[in-house]
């Protein structure tokens, strides 16, 4: 019998499997990456800012190959991953704080919880410890140092990342200009509109964010027609033409 990273029944196969939910992790997660004191790292080989959609992507397609693949598949993502960054360490001579690991790690916690449940509904507790053991033994493999044992030790140490490893800088403005010439005004708009509905309040308030999330009814219109199946005609309005291979990947379909 085959042996998979993430249980065939987990909540966060199906919330990796959506494309929707997915869309929303990362626009929560492209807020933070651009206030994380060690986005410098993300600049240094300067793919991020060249592509930030394309990167978008590069990370959600490594992060659904773990969730979706068997055991010793998953692992192997893991030690490529590690793998790549070793390298980036060795080119600016220099070592990726395990800090800056963990940043990525947290967040892919609470925007995995925080995306499905303005989409979908409320998580139980052992839903959460799910989501969390599995981004948990992501880092215990890559040999992270200093990773929360619990949820609810996350839940701590998520509140006091957000306090003082968050920092709005010159990095920020840059990303933020990036993103709008990468998604058009238009675009760049809807993504500031659901990243005021995803981030926790710090985030919002170091970024300026509308305090009045105006995007909210159209989420409520969006989630009451997913019946019709329009889901791939939004997403391709919410993201450039050039995308369309990798939109029609988010969604991924498991037994």
């Known amino acids: 019998m085959k042996e998979f990273f993430v249980q065939k029944q987990s909540i966060v196969r199906k919330i990796w499997g959506s494309g929707d939910t997915v869309l929303l992790i990362f626009a ?21 800012p060249a592509d930030p959609i394309g990167r978008l992507f590069s990370t959600v397609r490594y992060a659904q190959e773990i969730v979706f693949a068997e055991h010793s598949s998953a692992l192997a993502a893991i030690d490529k991953i590690t793998a790549i960054h070793k390298g980036v360490e ?91 010439g990468s998604l058009g005004s238009f675009r760049y708009r809807i993504l500031i509109q659901a990243q005021t509905l995803l981030v926790p309040v710090r985030v919002r308030k170091l970024l300026s964010l509308p305090p009045v999330p105006l995007l909210y009814p159209v989420l409520l219109f969006y989630k009451g027609t997913r019946f019709l199946q329009v889901d791939r005609l939004f997403k391709t309005l ?18």
């Open 90 to 180: 060795a080119s600016r001579g220099a070592r990726i704080p395990d800090a800056a690991y963990l940043d990525v790690l947290f967040m892919l916690i609470g925007y995995s919880i925080r995306s499905f449940e303005l989409l979908e509904r409320r998580l139980h507790e052992k839903e959460k410890e799910e989501i969390f053991d599995v981004f948990y033994r992501v880092g215990a493999r890559m040999g992270l140092a200093g990773l929360p044992v619990n949820y609810r030790d996350w839940e701590l140490m998520r509140a006091e990342y957000l306090e003082l490893n968050l920092v709005r800088s010159s990095f920020t403005r840059d990303l933020y200009g990036k993103y709008r």
């Open 238 to 255: 919410l993201l450039p033409a050039k995308y369309k291979a990798e939109i029609a990947g988010l969604d991924i379909r498991f037994d």
């Open 28 to 48: 929560g997660a492209s807020a933070e990456f651009a206030l994380n004191k060690t986005v410098d790292w993300l600049y240094f080989t300067g793919r991020l």
